[in-house]
C-alpha cells in the first residue's frame, strides 16, 4: 500500500520530463514559434537585415594570438597551424561585416520602419554582424541552435534578443519572417543552405523578394559555376537577378540601403508591418 499523497501533481507546461520527451516535441516546437515574437514586440523589431557567414572566420588579432600560441615544433600543433594559414586569407570579411553591419544599423535606426541586423548568433561572420551593431548602439539579435561544436552565443547580442533553438526548422521561419535583406559572407555547408533556400523561396514566390547580397565575389565564384547553372538550363538567366555580388563596403551598402528603401513599407501600413502579420511567408 502506497503512502498518501503530500504534494500536488504538477501542471503539464511545468512538469519537465514530459516537455523534454517525445511526446512534448509538439509543445516544444510551438514555444519556438511564439516565444521569439514576444521578445520581438517587447523590443519593437520590426524590420531585420541578416548577415549569414562562416563561424570560422576569425579578426586578424585573434587568429595571430591563436598562432603564437602554437608550437610548430610539436606534431599536435601542425593540423592547427595548417588551418589557421587556410583561414588567414579570409580574415578580411570579419571586418567587413563589422563595418557593412555598424553602417548598416546606423541608418536602419533612424528608418522609420526600424531595422535591426539579425545573425546566427555564433562566432565568425555572425560575431562581427553582431558587433557591428553594437558599435552602432543598435539593438541586434541572435538565433543560436544547439549544436555539438562551433556555436555559442558571441557577447555582442542584445542581451533581450539573444535567442536560443532547438530546432533548426523554426530558426530558419525566424530568419526570414521578418527579414528585409540578407547578406552573405563566406562560409560552408550552413551558409549555403541558407543562400540558396532563401533564393529558392524568391524564386518560388513563397517569400517576398527582398535585397540579397553575396560578398566576396572570388570566393563565390570560384565555389559555384553560376554560368553552368544558366548553360544547362538549371536556372533562368533571370534568376541571376534575384541578387547582387559586391567586394566593398561601400558598395555593398550603397545597393543594399537603395534597395530597401525602394521597397521599404509605408509607415501607416508597416505590419501589417508592426503587428503579427505571417503574410510574407506563404
Known amino acids: 500500500m502506497h503512502e498518501p499523497m503530500t504534494s500536488s501533481p504538477l501542471l503539464a507546461h511545468e512538469n519537465k520530463e514530459f516537455l523534454n520527451s517525445a511526446q512534448g516535441r509538439q509543445v516544444r516546437i510551438l514555444s519556438e514559434f511564439i516565444a521569439p515574437d514576444v521578445n520581438f514586440e517587447r523590443a519593437k523589431v520590426y524590420h531585420t537585415m541578416v ?9 586578424h588579432d585573434v587568429l595571430n594570438e591563436m598562432r603564437a600560441s602554437l608550437n610548430p615544433m610539436r606534431a599536435e600543433d601542425a593540423p592547427k597551424l595548417a588551418r589557421l594559414a587556410k583561414l588567414e586569407p579570409l580574415c578580411r570579411y570579419y571586418e567587413d561585416s563589422r563595418e557593412l553591419a555598424r553602417r548598416l544599423s546606423v541608418w536602419g535606426k533612424a528608418r522609420p520602419e526600424r531595422y535591426s541586423v539579425c545573425t546566427g548568433g555564433g562566432p565568425g561572420i555572425m560575431e562581427a554582424g553582431n558587433r557591428g551593431a553594437f558599435d552602432a548602439k543598435s539593438p541586434n539579435i ?64 513563397k517569400i517576398d523578394k527582398m535585397p540579397v547580397l553575396i ?10 559555376n553560376w554560368e553552368q547553372l544558366i548553360e544547362t538550363g538549371m536556372i533562368d538567366e533571370a534568376d541571376m537577378k534575384l541578387f547582387h555580388f559586391s567586394d566593398s563596403v561601400d558598395d555593398a551598402f550603397q545597393w543594399l540601403i537603395t534597395e530597401m528603401e525602394r521597397i521599404a513599407p509605408t509607415v501607416e501600413g508597416r505590419n501589417e508591418v508592426l503587428g503579427h502579420s505571417f503574410g510574407s511567408i506563404q
Not at 152 to 163: A, D, K
Not at 216 to 221: A, L, N, Q
Open 51 to 59: 548577415f549569414f557567414g562562416s563561424a570560422r572566420i576569425l579578426p
Open 142 to 205: 541572435g538565433l543560436n541552435i544547439q549544436l555539438p561544436f562551433e556555436q555559442h552565443p558571441n557577447p555582442y547580442i542584445s542581451p533581450e534578443l539573444n535567442f536560443q533553438f532547438r530546432y533548426f526548422f523554426i530558426r530558419k521561419f525566424w530568419f526570414l519572417f521578418k527579414a528585409r535583406c540578407l547578406v552573405g559572407f563566406p562560409g560552408g555547408w550552413g551558409t549555403l543552405d541558407e543562400l540558396f533556400e532563401t533564393l529558392t523561396l524568391m524564386q518560388t514566390g
Open 215 to 224: 560578398f566576396g565575389t572570388e570566393y563565390w565564384k570560384r565555389l559555384i
